[in-house]
């Protein structure tokens, strides 16, 4: 079966950029997108089709995906996008990713 | 605005069947396609399966199949979810989602807001 990797755990400090990684065999070749979820909510569509943003979602949050890899980029990263982070390819989901903002 | 509100929380004993369902507003159910996900405590989220609006097939995931029927009854814009043979390890949060696009198995954009199945003897 497919399977998508991500890192357990990114760091990073208030202002500064987070990138997340979601690896997979022929990535590139699909759409991915990006959830968020905050601990006791419901998980939130951030990004759509590699690199598009529902209208609410802000602008720190972008996406790529090339080769093997797709990134969910935050810049300049608030202490609210601490949460966790999944992937998503059809229907498979990544292993998620806690992101916490120091 | 579409919504999807799902029904309440679960306790059943190993063995045992649990139906959940999950009430679609702002829009009718037979233009969306409804997937299901679910994520065990401390864990990640899992893709159960769903309907193709297109063909009005469901398509579920292979470790579930036998266990989960999942079934739409359009005349109230529901969608239901049952699982069968309750094991612990189902104990989990059960979502239902909207596909952003029709036929589509990923883009969930909108989210019920779960169901906490627990089983326990």
């Known amino acids: 079966s497919y399977e998508l990797t991500q890192p357990p755990s990114v760091s990073v400090s208030p202002g500064q950029t987070a990138n997340i990684t979601c690896s997979g065999d022929g990535l590139g070749g699909k759409y991915v997108c990006w959830y968020q979820q905050r601990p006791g909510q419901s998980p939130l569509l951030l990004i759509y089709q590699d690199n598009r943003r529902p209208s609410e979602i802000p602008e720190r949050f972008s996406g790529s995906n090339s080769g093997n890899t797709a990134t969910l980029t935050i810049s300049g990263t608030l202490a609210m996008d601490d949460a966790d982070y999944y992937c998503?390819?059809?229907?498979?989901f990544g292993t998620g990713t806690k992101v916490t903002v120091l | 605005q579409v919504q999807l509100v799902q029904s309440g929380a679960e306790v059943k004993k190993p063995g045992a069947s649990v139906r959940v369902s999950c009430k679609v507003s702002?829009?009718?159910?037979?233009?969306?396609?409804i997937q299901w996900v679910r994520q065990a405590p401390g864990k990640g989220l899992e893709w159960m399966g769903g309907?193709?609006?297109?063909?009005?097939?469901?398509i579920d995931a292979q470790k579930f199949q036998g266990r989960v029927t999942m079934t739409e009854d359009t005349t109230t814009d529901t969608a239901y979810m049952e699982m069968s043979s309750l094991r612990f390890e189902d104990t989990a949060v059960y979502y239902c989602?909207?596909?952003?696009?029709?036929?589509?198995?990923?883009?969930?954009?909108?989210w019920g807001q779960g169901t906490l199945v627990t089983v326990s003897s």
């Open positions: 989602a909207k596909a952003l696009f029709r036929g589509g198995f990923d883009a969930f954009d909108i």
């Open positions: 702002g829009y009718s159910l037979s233009e969306l396609s």
């Open positions: 998503q390819a059809w229907n498979v």
């Open positions: 309907f193709d609006p297109d063909n009005r097939e469901m």
